[in-house]
């Protein structure tokens, strides 16, 4: 198993402030000084992963006080220059906000190239309250994915003469990636999924396969993607098609431990904190999406622990770690933990670390980065393959 | 669907056309001269209190339009522009040639997109609490942005009086299915330019037939400074405030809405 550091690089300072902090959050709130030494900060932090032979991932968001990277390919070619060994997964660029799809390329292109081929291209769709700060049509949100996608792929990999597109979202005159990147036909394409049926559209085009903080529902949405790839390739994905993304705190002290994943546990309470009417943007789900939401209830999405209940409404680190939402502990504890996981949920490649955050400071930071590097990584780098889940069944009778 | 089911349409009847391949669900109610209803942001069923009072005078026929209730979404249309051709044609299939026509709320937009192509097509149009002209202009805005309030200040917003019908976790799953179709339909047609075609009121001159504008003087929705902004567009139209209505004047002062209406386009017959 690969380990991935991430960080929303959020400002927490802001987060004492009462109400929503997405959207419509007056940015009055940001002191700009402050703003850039935290930026400066994570990037020290994502440095300190290469260093210790950890991998990268970036995101980004918009209009929020919970993740200020606003755009992934910008923070990931001020990391393409500074790296030198990690590869630097971008999760996601959110395609079916963004206007210009081929600008998307020429930025995937540009950081593979100063990264010397070192991108992982992480195409998502965007999470819905964003459409409001982006002002992009929230419906056909998925036509519209796919079709950026599509034309993504074409521009990357294109090494015949230069094309024109005329799509029914998308329309370019002309199409030349100056630079043209590293990895061909392209860099290693990544996508994310919360249910089987969307993690199908990912196994069968063989792409990478992210899902966050889904706990125990990784099994279903790993086994969709495992059926899917199934049928398209012929044979059983490698585990490096896999990820899941949680919260690691580690410390050689376990007290130490759980005190940071109290910090770091901050990050949950922030980042639902908007305000309602961003939760279900009209138009944005398709209707027969929205119909099985209200008609299966607010408890069917809800997290569940290790016995089954669902997540409390004010969760201790230890729901948390019952869920798989988090892994603290010393370094044999948070070993322990994910080892055990990956058994439960069917085997993974990856594990997309959040390394940092809520209101874990730099210190801490790390120091937990440095212990998971040094005694968490290179044990799971051994860790044996799950084995699919028939062969399993096969042994048994 | 029929209205045993939706049962505030219970003084008509529910019907589907076939418009050019695509089923369209239609309420007629009333006799009298034709009137074509087009609905607003409240759907079919939330113009039923005003439907009601207008088949007293009217033969009212009601679509919904394409996306909204039971009717289908063709898959080109994703502009009130391409839903005023359609009107047109619908007006072919139901063998109307010039019906009165009113429409409240974005239903007005839908009729002034119909008759900025084809003017001859109404007697008489009536626009209550219209939409579908410029709604802001930079940083000034003259129309709630439907958008960025929850479901719940929308619905209290949209007339003076509380909301009738359950909130949508607590209807029926045809119910939910119908409330659902609107917000998407909704979101296509108006998200951006928001709720308006920026180059329908440079268009408006083409309207030539006698044409009232009804304003609610409690509209929560769109704002005074924008009704003047119709008033500039359409230069020859009668305004009309109706007292104590709210964006949704045919639910708050619906027998008023009715009285204005069946009077104006008596006045035109004459």
């Given at each position: 198993?690969?380990?991935w550091?991430?960080?929303?690089?959020?400002?927490?300072?802001?987060?004492?402030?009462?109400?929503?902090?997405?959207?419509?959050?007056?940015?009055?709130?940001?002191?700009?000084?402050e703003?850039?030494?935290?930026?400066?900060?994570?990037l020290d932090?994502y440095?300190?992963?290469?260093?210790?032979?950890?991998n990268?991932m970036?995101?980004?968001h918009?209009?929020?006080?919970?993740?200020?990277?606003?755009?992934?390919?910008?923070?990931l070619?001020?990391?393409?220059?500074?790296?030198?060994?990690a590869?630097?997964?971008?999760?996601?660029?959110?395609?079916?906000?963004?206007?210009?799809?081929?600008?998307v390329?020429e930025?995937?292109?540009?950081?593979?190239?100063?990264?010397?081929?070192?991108?992982e291209?992480?195409?998502?769709?965007?999470?819905?309250?964003?459409?409001v700060?982006s002002?992009?049509?929230?419906?056909?949100?998925?036509?519209?994915?796919?079709?950026?996608?599509?034309?993504i792929?074409?521009?990357?990999?294109?090494?015949?003469?230069t094309?024109g597109w005329e799509?029914?979202h998308f329309?370019?005159?002309?199409?030349?990636?100056?630079?043209?990147?590293?990895?061909?036909?392209?860099p290693p394409?990544?996508?994310?999924?919360?249910?089987?049926?969307?993690?199908?559209?990912?196994?069968k085009?063989g792409?990478?396969?992210?899902t966050?903080?889904?706990?125990?529902?990784?099994?279903?949405v790993f086994?969709g993607?495992?059926?899917?790839?199934?049928?398209?390739?012929?044979?059983h994905?490698?585990p490096?098609?896999?990820a899941y993304?949680?919260?690691?705190?580690?410390s050689?002290d376990?007290?130490?431990?759980?005190?940071?994943?109290?910090?770091?546990?901050?990050?949950?309470?922030?980042?639902?904190?908007?305000?309602v009417?961003f939760?279900?943007?009209?138009?944005?789900n398709?209707v027969?999406?929205?119909?099985?939401?209200?008609?299966?209830?607010?408890?069917a999405m809800?997290?569940?622990?290790?016995?089954?209940?669902?997540?409390p409404?004010?969760?201790?680190v230890?729901?948390?770690?019952?869920?798989r939402?988090?892994?603290v502990?010393?370094?044999?504890?948070?070993y322990?933990?994910?080892?055990?996981?990956?058994?439960?949920?069917?085997?993974?490649?990856?594990l997309?670390?959040?390394?940092?955050?809520?209101?874990?400071?730099?210190?801490?930071?790390?120091d937990?980065l440095?212990?998971?590097?040094k005694?968490?990584?290179?044990?799971l780098?051994?860790l044996p393959d799950?084995p699919?889940l028939?062969e399993r069944?096969?042994?048994?009778? | 669907?029929s209205?045993?089911e939706?049962?505030?349409?219970?003084?008509?009847?529910?019907?589907?056309?076939d418009?050019?391949?695509?089923d369209?669900?239609?309420?007629?109610?009333?006799?009298?001269?034709?009137?074509?209803?087009?609905?607003?942001i409240d759907?079919?069923e939330?113009?039923a209190?005003?439907?009601?009072?207008?088949?007293?005078?009217?033969?009212?026929i009601?679509?919904?339009h394409?996306?909204?209730g039971a009717?289908?979404l063709?898959?080109y249309?994703?502009?009130?522009?391409?839903?005023?051709?359609?009107?047109?044609?619908?007006?072919?299939?139901?063998?109307?040639?010039a019906?009165?026509?009113?429409?409240?709320?974005?239903g007005?937009?839908?009729?002034?997109?119909m008759?900025t192509?084809e003017?001859?097509?109404?007697?008489?149009?009536?626009?209550?609490?219209?939409?579908g002209?410029k709604t802001a202009e930079?940083?000034?805005?003259?129309?709630t942005d439907?958008?960025?309030?929850s479901?719940?200040?929308l619905?209290?917003?949209l007339?003076?009086g509380?909301?009738?019908?359950?909130?949508?976790?607590?209807m029926?799953?045809w119910?939910?299915?119908?409330?659902?179709?609107?917000?998407?339909?909704?979101?296509?047609?108006?998200?951006t330019?928001y709720?308006?075609?920026?180059?329908?009121a440079?268009?408006?001159?083409r309207?030539?037939?006698?044409?009232?504008v009804?304003w609610?003087?409690?509209?929560?929705?769109?704002e005074?400074?924008?009704?003047?902004?119709w008033?500039?567009?359409l230069?020859?139209?009668?305004?009309?405030?109706?007292?104590?209505?709210?964006?949704r004047?045919?639910?708050?002062?619906?027998a008023?809405?009715?009285?204005?209406?069946?009077?104006?386009?008596?006045?035109?017959?004459?």
């Amino acid at each position: 198993m690969k380990l991935w550091h991430f960080t929303e690089q959020a400002y927490h300072p802001a987060w004492a402030v009462p109400g929503g902090l997405r959207v419509n959050f007056p940015q009055y709130h940001c002191d700009p000084i402050e703003a850039g030494q935290l930026l400066n900060r994570y990037l020290d932090e994502y440095l300190l992963a290469d260093e210790l032979g950890l991998n990268i991932m970036v995101n980004e968001h918009h209009a929020t006080a919970t993740c200020m990277s606003t755009s992934v390919m910008t923070t990931l070619a001020i990391l393409a220059r500074q790296t030198k060994q990690a590869r630097l997964l971008a999760l996601g660029i959110p395609l079916a906000n963004r206007a210009n799809p081929l600008r998307v390329a020429e930025e995937v292109a540009l950081a593979d190239c100063i990264s010397g081929g070192r991108i992982e291209m992480g195409l998502v769709k965007g999470v819905p309250l964003e459409v409001v700060v982006s002002n992009r049509q929230p419906t056909k949100f998925m036509d519209r994915f796919w079709e950026a996608h599509d034309l993504i792929i074409a521009a990357l990999s294109n090494l015949g003469e230069t094309f024109g597109w005329e799509g029914d979202h998308f329309h370019f005159r002309t199409s030349a990636m100056w630079p043209r990147p590293v990895q061909q036909p392209h860099p290693p394409v990544w996508g994310t999924a919360s249910s089987a049926a969307s993690a199908r559209m990912y196994g069968k085009r063989g792409y990478t396969c992210a899902t966050f903080l889904s706990g125990a529902a990784a099994r279903s949405v790993f086994n969709g993607y495992r059926e899917a790839y199934v049928e398209a390739h012929g044979k059983h994905p490698d585990p490096d098609r896999l990820a899941y993304l949680a919260l690691v705190a580690c410390s050689s002290d376990r007290n130490e431990a759980f005190r940071r994943a109290e910090e770091m546990k901050k990050y949950f309470v922030a980042a639902p904190r908007f305000d309602v009417q961003f939760r279900n943007i009209r138009g944005f789900n398709p209707v027969d999406a929205n119909l099985r939401m209200l008609l299966a209830g607010p408890n069917a999405m809800r997290l569940r622990m290790s016995n089954g209940e669902p997540l409390p409404a004010n969760p201790s680190v230890e729901d948390y770690i019952s869920a798989r939402l988090m892994f603290v502990g010393t370094p044999d504890e948070v070993y322990e933990q994910i080892a055990q996981f990956n058994i439960d949920a069917g085997g993974f490649g990856n594990l997309l670390m959040m390394g940092q955050a809520g209101e874990l400071n730099h210190a801490d930071t790390v120091d937990n980065l440095t212990l998971i590097a040094k005694e968490v990584a290179p044990r799971l780098a051994e860790l044996p393959d799950v084995p699919p889940l028939e062969e399993r069944y096969e042994g048994v009778a | 669907m029929s209205t045993a089911e939706l049962s505030c349409l219970n003084f008509g009847t529910l019907d589907t056309i076939d418009v050019r391949g695509t089923d369209i669900e239609i309420f007629r109610a009333g006799s009298g001269a034709p009137l074509l209803f087009l609905h607003g942001i409240d759907s079919l069923e939330g113009a039923a209190a005003g439907i009601r009072e207008l088949a007293k005078s009217f033969e009212v026929i009601a679509p919904s339009h394409p996306g909204f209730g039971a009717s289908e979404l063709p898959s080109y249309m994703d502009r009130v522009d391409d839903m005023g051709y359609f009107y047109l044609d619908m007006l072919d299939v139901l063998g109307l040639d010039a019906p009165a026509i009113a429409g409240t709320s974005f239903g007005a937009w839908v009729a002034c997109e119909m008759l900025t192509k084809e003017p001859a097509r109404a007697s008489a149009l009536v626009l209550a609490s219209p939409l579908g002209i410029k709604t802001a202009e930079r940083r000034e805005h003259w129309v709630t942005d439907i958008f960025m309030i929850s479901s719940q200040e929308l619905a209290d917003r949209l007339q003076v009086g509380p909301a009738e019908g359950p909130p949508l976790s607590e209807m029926a799953e045809w119910q939910m299915r119908r409330a659902l179709r609107a917000d998407e339909a909704l979101s296509l047609f108006g998200w951006t330019p928001y709720m308006c075609n920026p180059k329908l009121a440079s268009r408006l001159h083409r309207i030539t037939c006698p044409t009232i504008v009804i304003w609610g003087d409690r509209d929560a929705i769109a704002e005074p400074e924008y009704s003047l902004r119709w008033r500039d567009a359409l230069p020859n139209a009668r305004v009309e405030l109706l007292a104590g209505a709210g964006h949704r004047s045919h639910f708050d002062k619906p027998a008023e809405l009715a009285a204005l209406v069946s009077q104006f386009v008596a006045g035109v017959a004459k």
